[in-house]
């Protein structure tokens, strides 16, 4: 598997605890911090109830390499609130070792609209 396609799993994944509020979870792994849990679920409950897209080819993962390579940053655009689609964004990065075989660190960066 290319690491961009790891990268977009574990992103898909982060996703699907979000959708289940596991927002616990998620900062026991790291990938969330509790500053950054208080402003999704601020940004979250102004949008309605977070929810998967309708079907899966409504979920566009995009993978990006920084020009420096110094990670990797996803987006998930658009989430879906109460089963409609929404103008935000969910951006997120991942760290890599030198080679690019394996994920270092995986966050939710921050959401925006």
């Given at each position: 598997?290319q690491?961009?396609d ?16 596991r ?8 990938i ?12 979250f409950?102004l ?7 309708l ?10 390499e ?12 658009y989430?879906w ?23 270092t660190?995986?966050?939710i960066?921050?959401?925006d609209a």
């Amino acid at each position: 598997m290319q690491m961009k396609d790891k990268i977009s799993a574990l992103t898909k994944m982060t996703l699907d605890d979000l959708v289940h509020n596991r927002y616990e979870k998620l900062q026991q792994e790291k990938i969330l911090t509790e500053d950054t849990a208080i402003f999704l679920q601020e940004v979250f409950a102004l949008q309605g109830t977070l929810t998967w897209p309708l079907d899966e080819a409504s979920l566009a993962i995009d993978v990006y390499e920084m020009n420096d390579q110094s990670c990797f940053t996803t987006e998930i655009r658009y989430l879906w609130f109460d089963d409609e689609e929404s103008a935000v964004v969910l951006f997120c990065k991942a760290y890599t070792n030198a080679d690019q075989t394996e994920i270092t660190a995986f966050m939710i960066d921050t959401v925006d609209a």
